[in-house]
C-alpha cells in the first residue's frame, strides 16, 4: 500500500510508482504539460468595495446635468455589512451604479452597462480593497463618446505617495488583462482548464470567478453564470479552499487532450489529417514564397524616386498651406464687402423712405385750420405750389433739393460695392479651385509614396532562398511523419496519457476525502440558510463531489434546478454566505466574501418576504462579521428599517441616484 503524498517530491514518486516509470520521466510530463504541485491550503483574503465616484454630464433625460457623484459622501468607505442602493421608481441608476462595480473588477468598460449612461460619463472610478491594500479602477474619456477604445484606464495601488500606477493606458483588452492577472495574483486563484473535443483545450480566468460574487436573479448553477467545462464545480472547490485543485484541473485537462489527439492519430486517415493539412499550408506558402522570389524589381529606381517624392512633399504641403491661408483671407474680405454692400442698401432704403414720407405730408391739403377750424382756400394751395412756399405756414421748401443728390450717391457706392463683392467672391472661387488641385496634387504624391513602399516591401526578400529551404525541409518532414503515421506504432502520446492518467487519479485521492467533509458541512449550512432565507419545507441538502445539489424538500428529492425561480435565488446567496462560514470556521478557504444583489425582490417575492430575507441577510452578516452584500432595489417601507441609514443611498420620489 501506497503512504499518502505529504509534499511535491512524495507527489511525484507516487505517481512514478503507479504509472511504472521513474519519477524523471513523470516530472518531464509535469513540465510538458504546465502540470505544478499545488498543495498549500490557501488563506482566505477579502474583497471590499470601497467607494464609487462618477462625473459626466447627462443628456436627453428629463433631468439633463453635470454629474459629479461620490459614495459613500466626503472620505468615507464602505466597509462589511449591508450597503443598499434604494430609489422609489425604476429605472433610477440602481443598476447601472451595480454593473459598473462589476465592469471595475473586471476591468472590462462598459460591460453591461446601458450605451447610454455611458456616453454620459467622462469619469468612472471604483476603489477596493483587499485586505487593507486599497486599489483604484479608473476610467476617463470624453462626455458623448460611447466608444470604448476612446477611454483611458489606469489601475493603481495604495495610498497616498506610497500610490503607483500598476497600468495607464487605453481601457482595452490590455486593461482588463492587468486587472485580471492583479486579481489573480493577489488572491492566489489559479485559472481552471479544461479541454472537450468540440472545442479544444480552455482557459477560465478571473473572469469566470467574478461572475459569482453578483447575482442578478435566478441562475443554472448555484456560483457564477459561466455553466461549461466545470466551472461550478472548479468555483465551488476553490471557494472552500481545496488544497491541489488546480494541479488536478491541469492535469484533468491535460489527460483529456492528449487522449483525444492519441485517439485522433490513431483512427484518422494520415492523407486528410491535421499533419496533412499542414502540409498543404506549407506547400502553398513554399509556392507562394517562390513566386515572388521570381519577380525582380528594380529597387534602386524605387528607392530614388522615393526619396524624389519625399522632397516634393515638403513643397507641396507648403503650397497647401499657402493656399488654404488665401482662401482664408479673401473669404473673410467677401464677407466685409458683403456687410458694406447690405449697410449701404439699408441707408439708401432709408433716405427712399425719408424722401417718399416727406413729399406724403407736403401733398396733404386740409379744409380747415387745425387750431381755428376757420375754413382755407383752395386756390391759396395752388399759389403756394406755384411758390415754393407752404400754404399753412409760409415757410419755403428746401428739404427735396438736397436728397436727389445723395440718393445718387448712395446708389452709385452700391453699385460699386457690389462690384468689389463680384470681384472678390471670383477670386475666392479661383482661390478654392487651387486649394482642391493642390490638395489632389499632395494626396497623389503621397499615396504614390505608399505604393512605392509597398513595392519595396513586397520586393525580394534577402532572406527568402533560406526561408525556401527551410519550407523545403519541413515539408519533406511531414511527408516522412505521415508516412510513418501509417504504420500502427507507439506514440509520446500514448505514454504522456498513461502518466497523466496516474497523475489526475494520485492527485483527486489527495483531496477526495477532505472535500467530502467540506462539503458536508457547506451542504448543511447552506440548508440552514436557506431555511431562514425563506425556503420553506427544506429538510437537508446533499452537495455532491461532481457539483449535484440535492435537497430533499417536503418529503420529496429534487435538485437545484428544480427549485422555483424565488428559491433558486435565495438558494445562490445562501450558498455564498454558507462558503463564507465554513472558511471562518476551518480558517481556510478563498471566497473574498462580497455578494452584489441586483433587483432580487423581482423573483416572487412580495415586500414582506423581501424584507425578511434582507433581515435574515444582514443577521448572518453580523455574525460572519467580515462580509459584504450590495444589493439594488426598489425602495418599500419594510426595507428601509433593515439596512442601516449611513450604508443606504436613496433617490426619494423621481430623484436618480446620481
Not at 16 to 33: F, G, I, N, W, Y
Not at 611 to 634: C, P
Request: aromatic residues 6%.
Amino acid at each position: 500500500m501506497t503512504a499518502t503524498p505529504t509534499n511535491a517530491d512524495d507527489w511525484v514518486g507516487t505517481i512514478a510508482t503507479k504509472a511504472k516509470v521513474s519519477p524523471e520521466e513523470v516530472q518531464a510530463v509535469l513540465d510538458r504539460h504546465g502540470i505544478l504541485p499545488q498543495s498549500a491550503l490557501p488563506r482566505r483574503r477579502q474583497l471590499r468595495v470601497a467607494w464609487i465616484a462618477l462625473a459626466g454630464r447627462k443628456q436627453g433625460t428629463d433631468d439633463d446635468r453635470d454629474i459629479s457623484f461620490r459614495w459613500p459622501d466626503g472620505d468615507g468607505e464602505m466597509g462589511a455589512g449591508l450597503w443598499a442602493f434604494l430609489s422609489d421608481r425604476n429605472s433610477r441608476g440602481k443598476s447601472s451604479l451595480l454593473n459598473l462595480i462589476q465592469a471595475a473588477l473586471r476591468g472590462e468598460f462598459p460591460g453591461n452597462v446601458k450605451p447610454d449612461v455611458w456616453g454620459w460619463l467622462s469619469l468612472v472610478e471604483v476603489a477596493f480593497r483587499i485586505d487593507a491594500t486599497l486599489y483604484r479602477v479608473r476610467v476617463e474619456k470624453d462626455a458623448g463618446e460611447v466608444d470604448p477604445r476612446m477611454a483611458w484606464g489606469t489601475l493603481s495601488r495604495g495610498e497616498g505617495d506610497a500610490r503607483i500606477d500598476l497600468y495607464a493606458g487605453p481601457a482595452d483588452k490590455l486593461f482588463e488583462k492587468a486587472v485580471a492577472d492583479n486579481m489573480m495574483e493577489e488572491f492566489g486563484f489559479g485559472s481552471f482548464h479544461a479541454f472537450n473535443k468540440a472545442y479544444g483545450p480552455r482557459t477560465h480566468g478571473w473572469n469566470a470567478i467574478a461572475t459569482s460574487f453578483f447575482v442578478h436573479g435566478p441562475g443554472t448553477a448555484v456560483f457564477g453564470n459561466v455553466t461549461r467545462d466545470g466551472v461550478p464545480l472548479r468555483l465551488l472547490q476553490m471557494f472552500m479552499g481545496l488544497p491541489w485543485i488546480t494541479t488536478y484541473s491541469a492535469a484533468s485537462t491535460a489527460f483529456k487532450k492528449v487522449s483525444a489527439e492519441g485517439g485522433k492519430a490513431s483512427s484518422a486517415d494520415p492523407a486528410t489529417g491535421r499533419l496533412a493539412e499542414r502540409l498543404k499550408a506549407t506547400e502553398q506558402e513554399l509556392e507562394d514564397l517562390r513566386a515572388r522570389s521570381a519577380t525582380r524589381v528594380d529597387r534602386p529606381r524605387l528607392r530614388s524616386d522615393l526619396v524624389t517624392r519625399d522632397r516634393e512633399t515638403m513643397r507641396l504641403r507648403a503650397a497647401v498651406t499657402l493656399a488654404e491661408e488665401r482662401v482664408d483671407t479673401l473669404d473673410r474680405q467677401a464677407a466685409a464687402a458683403q456687410e458694406s454692400v447690405a449697410e449701404l442698401k439699408r441707408t439708401l432704403q432709408q433716405m427712399r423712405d425719408e424722401r417718399a414720407a416727406g413729399m406724403v405730408f407736403r401733398r396733404l391739403r386740409p379744409v380747415c385750420c387745425p387750431s381755428c377750424d376757420n375754413g382755407i382756400d383752395a386756390k391759396r394751395y395752388d399759389t403756394a405750389e406755384g411758390g415754393g412756399t407752404c400754404a399753412l405756414c409760409g415757410e419755403r421748401h428746401v428739404e427735396g433739393e438736397e436728397d436727389g443728390p445723395r440718393i445718387d450717391d448712395l446708389q452709385a457706392d452700391v453699385r460699386e460695392a457690389e462690384q468689389v463683392v463680384a470681384r472678390l467672391n471670383a477670386e475666392l472661387a479661383a482661390a478654392k479651385r487651387h486649394l482642391r488641385e493642390a490638395q489632389a496634387e499632395r494626396d497623389i504624391n503621397q499615396a504614390r509614396i505608399g505604393e512605392i513602399a509597398a513595392e519595396l516591401a513586397a520586393a525580394e526578400d534577402p532572406d527568402a532562398e533560406f526561408r525556401v529551404r527551410a519550407l523545403e525541409a519541413q515539408a519533406e518532414q511531414l511527408r516522412e511523419i505521415i508516412a510513418e503515421m501509417a504504420a500502427p506504432v507507439k506514440t509520446a502520446a500514448a505514454d504522456d496519457a498513461s502518466i497523466l492518467r496516474q497523475v489526475e487519479k494520485v492527485t483527486r485521492e489527495l483531496f477526495d476525502d477532505l472535500q467530502r467533509d467540506v462539503l458536508k458541512e457547506v451542504s448543511d449550512e447552506v440548508a440552514a440558510l436557506s431555511r431562514r432565507f425563506g425556503v420553506q419545507h427544506v429538510e437537508g441538502m446533499d452537495w455532491t463531489g461532481n457539483n449535484v445539489l440535492n435537497i430533499r424538500q417536503g418529503g420529496a428529492d429534487l435538485t437545484f434546478s428544480d427549485l422555483s425561480p424565488g428559491e433558486n435565488l435565495r438558494v445562490r446567496i445562501a450558498a455564498a454566505l454558507a462558503v463564507v462560514a465554513v472558511a471562518r470556521r476551518r480558517r481556510f478557504g478563498r471566497y473574498p466574501g462580497m455578494l452584489v444583489l441586483d433587483s432580487p425582490r423581482s423573483q416572487e417575492m412580495n415586500d414582506d418576504d423581501f424584507a425578511a430575507l434582507m433581515a435574515s441577510v444582514q443577521e448572518v452578516i453580523n455574525e460572519t462579521g467580515d462580509t459584504q452584500v450590495i444589493v439594488g432595489a426598489a425602495t418599500k417601507p419594510s426595507l428601509l428599517g433593515v439596512v442601516p441609514g449611513r450604508q443606504t443611498l436613496h433617490a426619494e420620489g423621481g430623484r436618480f441616484l446620481f
